[in-house]
């Protein structure tokens, strides 16, 4: 009876901890995929769990921060969902790639064409962005999420210093620091070209041996060519020698 009484507890205790603590995991997030490095391009997936039991999630909506415009924002194409690019015009205008941009995205929103995300499920919205700014830490992305029975969810209150984490709070992406030689391109970009210039060198040290093989034989000929030409020209002299005797 003891036992069984202390099983019972231990189940409770376990319930009531994943109850408790499912809020910390549930809300909509975002994360890059890679690194986001300051003045770079990333690729940012927002991670949108279905919290309800009863109800699909239909409809997701993501603020961009004006205070750090993107020049570029493209979603990626998802099937059973219609998305929709908003823009903005900006108080000020922002220098990008030699342009001068006068507008930037401000809304990406993503509505279900079917069932959405269903009870129990989770789905990305992936999104190319970039240039992240240089002079930020990280960014705040807020976020609208509706449900099937008409409830919506806003993932909008800020994370403040020293502060417990809000009940709904909004996406943030942490930045990380940019490349000390002013690249921002990806890892996998940099090891394609350190093994395209190792395959150019292993290429160029082979062939140097073959170039002064063919120097050698080339100095050899010429030689066997003199000699050979010294050897009908003794060969003559000869003659002419037997013959005035």
């Known amino acids: ?4 009484r ?3 507890t231990g ?3 376990a319930t009531a901890s994943v109850v408790l603590s499912s809020p910390a995991f549930a809300h909509v997030s975002v994360q890059p995929e890679g690194p986001a ?3 770079g391009y990333a690729v940012l997936d927002f991670k949108v769990p279905n919290e309800r039991d009863n109800a699909s999630t239909t409809k997701l909506e993501v603020s961009f921060p004006t205070e750090h415009p993107l020049a570029s924002v493209m979603p990626e194409p998802m099937a059973g969902w219609t998305v929709k690019v908003t823009k903005a015009e900006l108080a000020k205008p922002v220098d990008a790639h030699g342009k001068q ?26 999104v190319s962005v970039g240039a ?4 930020a830490d990280d960014m705040v992305f807020k976020a609208i999420q509706t449900y099937s029975d008409n409830e919506v969810v806003r993932w909008i209150e800020e994370q403040q210093k020293g502060a417990e984490e809000p009940e709904n709070p909004a996406p943030v992406l942490t930045l990380s620091a940019a490349a000390e030689d002013g690249h921002h391109g990806s890892s996998a970009a940099e090891e394609t070209s350190d093994k395209t210039t190792s395959t150019e060198n292993a290429a160029a040290e082979t062939a140097a041996p073959s170039d002064s ?4 034989a080339r100095v050899l000929g010429v030689v066997g ?5 010294l050897g009908v020209a003794y060969g003559v002299l000869a003659g002419r020698r037997r013959t005035n005797a």
């Open 213 to 216: 093989s063919d120097t050698t």
């Open 37 to 39: 490095a300051k003045g």
């Open 101 to 126: 941009i006068t507008e930037a995205v401000s809304k990406v929103t993503w509505t279900a064409d079917g069932k959405g995300i269903q009870p129990g499920y989770f789905e990305k919205f992936p």
């Open 1 to 4: 009876m003891k036992a069984s």
């Open 225 to 229: 060519i003199v000699v050979g030409v």
């Open 11 to 13: 189940a409770v205790a």
């Open 6 to 8: 202390l099983a019972l």
């Open 132 to 135: 992240l700014p240089e002079d």
